[in-house]
């Protein structure tokens, strides 16, 4: 049977975790993806022969390539970093009107909003209907502050 050569195992191991790094952010899993990579091609050229010592090779490849590779792998598999300034650009809204389109309850805090176009999850310390006009008046995140006009 195919799968039960553990360079193949390792290898599938290894693509899975790597493709696991797309779906779970944090650049971490791809350097346990990229262990087994090493440890499948130390199998497959018989330099790791016993579980233990292919178990080995890839705890220390892991740790090994995520100390001196995470800063330029952070840079592939990361997301972009906003700077002071680029995260204040957003407050030129601040002050704008934005229609409620789903009702805003302050208990909840759920509800939400359109802002040129796309709509914004938003929380207030006000209640505002649905097709209220309400001022821009923050964000946490991606979420807009709001209050009554």
Same mark, same amino acid.
């Given at each position: ?7 193949l ?8 975790? !790597? ?14 993806? %990229? /262990? +087994? ?11 790791t =022969?016993?579980?233990?010592?292919? @178990?080995? @090779?890839? *705890? #220390? =490849?892991?740790? #090994? +390539? %995520? !100390?001196? *590779?995470r800063?330029?792998?952070?840079? !592939?598999?990361?997301? $972009?970093?906003?700077? &002071? $300034? ?7 809204? #601040? ?5 409620? !389109?789903?009702?805003?309850?302050? $208990?909840t ?10 709509i914004?999850?938003? &929380? =207030?310390?006000? #209640? ?9 008046? /923050? ?11």
């Amino acid at each position: 049977m195919i799968f039960s050569a553990p360079e193949l195992i390792w290898f599938a191991i290894g693509l899975l975790l !790597i493709t696991a790094e797309f779906i779970i952010p944090g650049v971490f899993i791809v350097f346990f993806g %990229l /262990g +087994s990579l090493i440890c499948s091609g130390t199998t497959y050229l018989g330099w790791t =022969s016993s579980t233990s010592s292919q @178990v080995a @090779v890839m *705890l #220390i =490849s892991s740790i #090994i +390539s %995520l !100390i001196f *590779l995470r800063k330029y792998f952070s840079n !592939i598999f990361g997301g $972009k970093k906003f700077t &002071e $300034k680029e995260s204040e650009e957003f407050n030129f809204a #601040i002050g704008s009107s934005v229609e409620v !389109i789903e009702r805003i309850d302050s $208990k909840t805090g759920k509800g939400k909003v359109k802002y040129q176009g796309s709509i914004w999850e938003a &929380e =207030s310390e006000d #209640i505002i209907e649905e097709h209220e006009i309400a001022v821009l008046v /923050g964000h946490d995140n991606l979420k807009l502050k709001v209050k009554k006009k």
